[in-house]
């Protein structure tokens, strides 16, 4: 097991402070959601948890060690990125991307091994995306392209998976396909961190949310008890309501504000 511990962290680039005093945690088999403004702090967050930045004050844990003092193929080993949408210069198929993420199993100069090859068939049959295997991954959709980066991290074996805004430029139905598979991935025993734009993909599907406004955590716990409609516009800085649609299920609504001064709320709020 893999549980996450970020205590009491801060981090400046230069004289600029972008985390404050953050501590929240991540254990296994949780969905924890970043939710936040731009510049509030969420990527910076993650590439402390990943150990690409040491906080200048506080600790960040994996398994009850400091990330940064974990050597980097180890931790390459327990911990997988899923990065925002993006395009390969270089024609790979499908499934040798996925083979990439056994890169820290190998020995240098080492050729794939039977067991490799297993974990990226594996992988790419637990995200239903076999049949796109010999397809050049620059040729696949979008959400298709993002499936494949999360069947590269599950082929890597970590049993930690962090990712930024992974929905960013998907499609509706593509959106809802990779929110069921971080589910899924949680329910498999993973722990889950996932930065996001969208307060109604962290109700959808995180077990834990953390509200970050200028690089301090001003609220975490249930998405259904930290989101609601006054916490949205203290956040955002626009006008939401939190509309429950059944039980135990709610939806966020924003109003838009019109030329004419009035506040428009979708007509079925």
Request: with cysteine; charged share 25%; net charge positive.
């Amino acid at each position: 097991m893999e549980p996450f511990a970020v205590d009491r962290a801060w981090f400046s680039y230069g004289a600029r402070t972008v985390l404050r005093d953050v501590s929240l945690a991540a254990p296994p088999g949780r969905v924890l959601a970043l939710l936040g403004p731009n510049g509030s702090g969420k990527s910076t967050l993650l590439k402390l948890m990943l150990g690409l930045l040491r906080p200048s004050q506080g600790t960040v844990r994996l398994g009850g060690r400091a990330v940064i003092a974990i050597p980097r193929r180890e931790l390459a080993r327990r911990v997988a990125y899923v990065p925002q949408l993006h395009r390969e210069s270089f024609s790979f198929s499908v499934a040798e991307v996925v083979l990439m993420g056994r890169m820290p199993h190998l020995g240098l100069l080492s050729r794939h091994r039977t067991e490799d090859l297993r974990a990226a068939q594996e992988a790419l049959e637990l995200l239903r995306i076999e049949h796109l295997a010999d397809r050049p991954y620059t040729q696949v959709s979008g959400g298709e392209r993002q499936l494949t980066l999360i069947a590269r991290a599950l082929a890597q074996g970590a049993r930690a998976l962090l990712m930024d805004e992974p929905t960013n430029g998907l499609d509706y139905g593509n959106q809802v396909r990779l929110l069921e598979q971080v589910a899924a991935l949680a329910r498999r025993g993973l722990s889950v961190v996932f930065s996001t734009h969208h307060p109604d993909h962290a109700l959808a599907v995180a077990d834990q949310v953390a509200l970050l406004r200028d690089g301090r955590l001003v609220d975490e716990g249930p998405p259904s008890e930290a989101i609601t409609g006054e916490s949205l516009t203290a956040l955002y800085g626009v006008d939401v309501r939190t509309l429950p649609v059944q039980e135990g299920v709610k939806v966020c609504v924003p109003a838009l504000r019109l030329q004419d001064g009035a506040d428009r709320y979708p007509r079925s709020a």
